[in-house]
């Protein structure tokens, strides 16, 4: 359990690091984010508002840096990340909640179909050498390669507008149903969920392919392989355990993925509008909505360092050599 | 029924490549060998000089580029006889492990390091016994287990927590598990220290004593094979070139290669002599010399050496009614004329240790 | 050793890559147009190719193919700033680690583990979201921020890499001389990881190409600044304000671009993975060539 301990050591500094660049970015830049705000809300801003926000940025008040750092993590312990600007007044936890649940949807499914489907194509490729699905790669490299929301954009027009297979936006059929737990909702919202989600296991399937099939050849070279082989076991068997083994770099290396997956998917979801974290990303920058900007940074942080750890979970059970002390 | 003495391997013309067309690597060339059951049969050579090669091929575990030839290799195990060279995979799954077993060098990568040693032992029980029940399993591989000295409550380790010997008794254990007819232990016990070797190897003629099967064993270490093996092939450069009960080769090898690997090494006793060694390096298998392949570095090369290959065959001046052995040297053939050192019943070192 | 690589992943791959290079030093020349340049009267309504226009317009009439030259060389010379600060800092700092070890190793790879698990996309929005709208940040100083995020996985993988040369005899040998570190270091071990560091160095323009595309694609990095993200942002947001239908020359052109470039980079990578590891090269090949030569499948299958 070593091995786990020092990644949560690892995250809770992570974790530290992002608060504390959100902390210190506002106070860093040119310009008056006070202003801007200002800027946004016009009439409905009051001077208690003002006050507030000065406070929140540190400007014109009578507490050091320090004092401001400790104000905030406060704050945030507290689960307070402020009000958003361009929705004011409604906070930014309420904002990033309701579009929370979309995109965990959205990505936690995509994610874990792109990484089984991927190892197996992966094995698969490495079992059958020379086969056909050495010519996949070059394929799969490029859509690896091509950024998230090209993919999209191409799957839209492909799927959406020119075959109708497929909605081309929105996270249900906002002008006919209302969310509830029945099945005209639920199956609408899987229609509409299917172009997104295309896209990212399109996009991050390439990767684990590539990865699983190199590992894979290296591990079909190892003794214990041969050895299988030589005592008489189905192919299945044999293939098994050279995949038990080969498996684990993709696990460990699962964590600096999901970075990259989640970033694809914001970009994902703007293409598609749906209604997820990347489209409200997308009003926080247009409107320059800074809470809302800085709330949704400390989200993704934690969401992916969560993911991290389950990984972590998952590699300390698979490899039996890390169970003890180094 | 199976009776000791009787043929359990014939390889005949044996021939494995690495890689195709003009740029193969002949590997193996004609090898001829026969083992019986119960035997201990040594294969011992140079690094390079193919003995590992010559033993994949025969298990058919060959890894690509390397393949097959020509020759077959003729297993008569309890079922019958087949020629491997040409078996399916369906018959080779049946034989394998069952009629013949691998021990490899280094069982820390011949163990599956995510795997607990009891998964590991029976997984062939599942495999070939699909009529014992998992208990059953589990109690069979205790008894594997017990067999070579390692307490039961180790089957649920995993290898990364045994030592290094015994994983090397684990692989034994697991090679024995379906009680096969033949066993090729690769450089089984190069990878331990002096101690632990001895001890394994005791405990593995104790075995072979007990279940009565075969080994083919290969390694360097032809000193080693002096002391367990039964008979003796000495590879050079991809070829038998010659093949001996173990106490003749010892006290009277024919061939010049053997002769020097014999004097490479001191006895424990006996008057201080000099080292002598063979000259030269091993050949370059992709352009091996002509004629004997061992002439560039033999003293007693003659015109004839350069210019033809000899084949195994018995030498001529072998008494009728000796124990069966081959030698592939010119110096050896009907006329020719043999030094003293090659020739003898007498011992070629000056004392016996 | 170096000899013309015969595979032909890799040979298409440095064509494409000669190509993108040319593109970048010489693409603004060959513009017809003013990117920015409205031409004519308006109907709102993108124009397809044609002869005046190679690659069509844009809804407001800009010249798109002007816009994919001049935006060429941004987003390459992003790139390429971007890779090359990334790989510097991580063989500085990679090699560092694994050759020195002790607390100098455990803080640089926990600087490393934190900025390889910590979300790029996001914070690199969060520092770019704060610059003002109307300033228009040089590419190097893009490349440059960008360079903060993608050099951790270099330098984990050279400090691997140094860890294990590290024991061995040559350089234990200067160390006895009593060479000084920075000099073995830069010496002795540096010229044994070339590829490693080439394949980083792609791999980090890959990467940047990626965030500063994405970057400019969310509207963070100034729009005024011609890139082929910026593109894809003009083309996205007059879909979803207009409800104007993009054309497939408006965005097949940049997207293309940006994968065609990582896909060459990639192809590259490819080459160097196999020159490494020789066993990714034989497999197929082998196969092949001897079932042309006539032998049946034998061996462990």
């Known amino acids: ?326 | 029924m199976i009776r000791a003495g009787e043929p359990l391997l014939e390889v005949s013309g044996l021939c494995v490549d690495y890689g195709s067309g003009d740029d193969a690597v002949h590997a193996v060339i004609g090898a001829d060998l026969a083992l019986r059951r119960g035997e201990v049969f040594g294969l011992a050579g140079e690094s390079g000089s193919g003995k590992s090669t010559l033993a994949y091929a025969i298990a058919r575990l060959l890894r690509m580029p390397g393949a097959i030839t020509g020759g077959e290799v003729v297993f008569r195990h309890e079922g019958g006889a087949v020629n491997l060279v040409n078996a399916g995979p369906a018959q080779l799954r049946e034989l394998r492990w069952n009629q013949l077993a691998v021990v490899l060098q280094s069982a820390m990568h011949a163990l599956n390091p995510v795997l607990t040693i009891e998964f590991q032992l029976t997984d062939v029980l599942k495999a070939h016994r699909p009529d014992l029940d998992r208990a059953a399993r589990r109690a069979c591989a205790g008894e594997l287990l017990k067999m070579v000295g390692i307490a039961p409550d180790r089957l649920a380790s995993f290898p990364h927590e045994l030592s290094g010997g015994m994983r090397q008794r684990v692989m034994i254990a697991m090679a024995l598990a379906l009680q096969p007819q033949l066993l090729i232990m690769d450089e089984p016990t190069t990878a331990l220290d002096v101690v632990t070797q001895r001890e394994i190897l005791n405990e593995l003629m104790d075995l072979r004593t007990e279940f009565g099967f075969a080994v083919l064993f290969i390694t360097h270490d032809l000193s080693l094979l002096i002391e367990i093996a039964d008979t003796i092939a000495v590879m050079y450069a991809g070829r038998i070139v010659e093949s001996a009960p173990a106490g003749d080769l010892y006290l009277a090898p024919r061939h010049p290669y053997s002769y020097g690997l014999l004097h490479s090494f001191p006895g424990l006793r006996g008057p201080v002599r000099r080292m002598t060694g063979i000259a030269g390096s091993p050949p370059d298998l992709r352009k091996p010399p002509t004629g004997c392949v061992f002439h560039p570095r033999c003293g007693y090369a003659s015109e004839r050496c350069v210019r033809e290959e000899p084949s195994l065959a018995t030498p001529a001046a072998e008494p009728a009614g000796t124990a069966h052995r081959v030698v592939a040297c010119w110096l050896h053939e009907p006329g020719a004329a043999t030094p003293a050192e090659l020739a003898g019943l007498a011992p070629a070192l000056e004392s016996t240790s | 050793m170096l000899q013309f690589p015969k595979s032909g992943k890799i040979r298409v791959g440095l064509l494409m890559a000669l190509v993108f290079t040319l593109l970048a030093i010489i693409g603004p020349w060959l513009a017809p147009f003013d990117p920015n340049k409205s031409l004519t009267t308006t109907n709102g309504l993108p124009q397809p190719p044609s002869g005046a226009h190679l690659l069509g317009t844009t809804q407001v009439q800009q010249d798109v193919l002007s816009q994919l030259l001049v935006g060429g060389r941004s987003t390459i010379l992003v790139s390429l700033i971007a890779g090359a600060v990334a790989t510097a800092l991580a063989v500085v700092l990679g090699i560092t680690a694994g050759y020195y070890g002790g607390w100098l190793d455990d803080l640089l790879s926990m600087l490393a583990n934190i900025f390889l698990v910590m979300p790029a996309l996001p914070l690199l929005i969060v520092i770019f979201g704060f610059i003002n709208k109307t300033a228009n940040p040089p590419d190097a100083l893009i490349g440059l921020v960008i360079s903060i995020t993608g050099w951790a996985f270099g330098a984990r993988v050279l400090r691997a890499q140094t860890l294990s040369m590290r024991t061995r005899d040559y350089v234990t040998s200067a160390r006895i001389i009593g060479e000084r570190g920075w000099r073995i270091m830069m010496f002795e071990i540096l010229p044994n990881l070339v590829p490693i560091v080439a394949t980083s160095f792609l791999f980090t323009v890959i990467y940047g190409v990626g965030a500063y595309t994405a970057l400019s694609f969310l509207g963070v990095i100034s729009v005024a600044h011609w890139s082929w993200g910026t593109m894809l942002y003009w083309a996205q947001s007059a879909q979803a304000a207009q409800q104007v239908h993009i054309e497939w020359w408006w965005f097949l052109p940049p997207g293309l671009a940006v994968g065609l470039f990582g896909t060459a980079l990639a192809l590259l990578n490819f080459g160097i993975d196999e020159f490494i590891n020789p066993r990714l090269r034989t497999a197929g090949l082998t196969r092949r060539r001897a079932r042309a030569a006539g032998q049946p499948r034998r061996g462990a299958a």
């Open chain 1, 1 to 326: 359990m070593r091995l786990v301990a020092r990644r949560i050591v690892l995250y809770a500094l992570t974790a530290l690091v992002a608060i504390t660049v959100n902390f210190f970015i506002p106070r860093l830049m040119p310009g008056n984010p006070v202003e801007v705000a200002i800027g946004h809300m016009q009439a409905r801003v009051t001077p208690g508002t003002i006050r507030a926000l000065d406070l929140q940025y540190g400007i014109n008040t009578k507490l050091g840096l320090v004092g401001q750092y400790v104000n905030y993590l406060d704050q945030l312990i507290h689960g307070n990340l402020g009000i958003s600007f361009s929705s004011y007044p409604a906070t930014v936890v309420s904002v990033i909640r309701s579009a929370l649940p979309w995109t965990v949807g959205l990505v936690g499914i995509a994610t874990i179909i792109s990484f089984a489907l991927g190892t197996l194509l992966g094995i698969a490729a490495a079992w059958r050498r020379g086969s056909w699905l050495d010519n996949l790669l070059p394929a799969m490299t490029f859509f690896q390669a091509a950024p998230y929301f090209f993919v999209a954009i191409l799957i839209v027009a492909l799927f959406a507008t020119k075959l109708g297979w497929f909605p081309q936006n929105s996270g249900y059929d906002t002008t006919t149903l209302n969310p509830g737990l029945n099945w005209a909702f639920m199956s609408s919202v899987l229609d509409h969920a299917v172009l997104p989600a295309l896209t990212i296991v399109v996009g991050s399937i390439a990767g684990w392919i590539i990865g699983m099939r190199n590992m894979m050849l290296t591990t079909m070279d190892e003794d214990y392989v041969l050895i299988a082989q030589a005592k008489g076991l189905a192919s299945r068997r044999v293939i098994s355990y050279a995949a038990r083994n080969a498996i684990l770099p993709s696990v460990s290396g699962f964590s600096l993925a999901i970075g990259f997956v989640v970033s694809g998917s914001l970009l994902t979801e703007i293409v598609f509008s749906y209604p997820g974290i990347g489209y409200i990303l997308l009003q926080a920058i247009g409107n320059e909505d800074y809470p809302l900007l800085q709330g949704i940074f400390l989200i993704i942080t934690f969401a992916v360092l969560g993911a991290n750890l389950l990984a972590d979970f998952v590699y300390s059970f698979l490899d039996p050599r890390t169970r003890q002390e180094a």
